[in-house]
């Protein structure tokens, strides 16, 4: 079965850090490029971060340039993405993409005091 599935958010208070991590199954996962969306309440979806499938070359929004890290694992076919210093404007669902199409169900993060 053709799936993402993520997981690790959670509450957080402001400067904390989360750790998300999506299982990937049903495709290559070690030639797709991957990457991390969130979607606030009452906004559009936005791209966070994205991996390139062999290089490992990463690219992020400007908002979490610094403090955000994304990573894979081809032998586990996960990716990861580390939220470090967190603030109340990340506040989101976090969504891993594959394959450009490929969503997972989504996790909320909530950072709040």
């Known amino acids: 079965q053709v799936q993402l599935v993520e997981s690790g958010g959670g509450l957080v208070e402001p400067g904390g850090s989360l750790r998300l991590s999506c299982a990937a199954s049903g495709f290559t996962f070690s030639s797709t490029a991957m990457s991390w969306h969130r979607q606030a309440p009452g906004k559009a979806r936005e791209l966070v971060a994205v991996?390139?499938?062999?290089?490992?070359?990463?690219e992020y929004a400007d908002a979490v340039k610094g403090r955000f890290t994304i990573s894979r694992d081809n032998d586990k076919n996960m990716v990861y993405l580390q939220m470090n210093n967190l603030k109340p404007e990340d506040t989101a669902v976090y969504y891993c993409?594959?394959?450009?199409?490929?969503w997972g169900q989504g996790t909320q993060v909530t950072v709040s005091s």
């Open positions: 993409n594959g394959l450009g199409y490929l």
């Open positions: 991996i390139a499938r062999f290089s490992g070359n990463t």
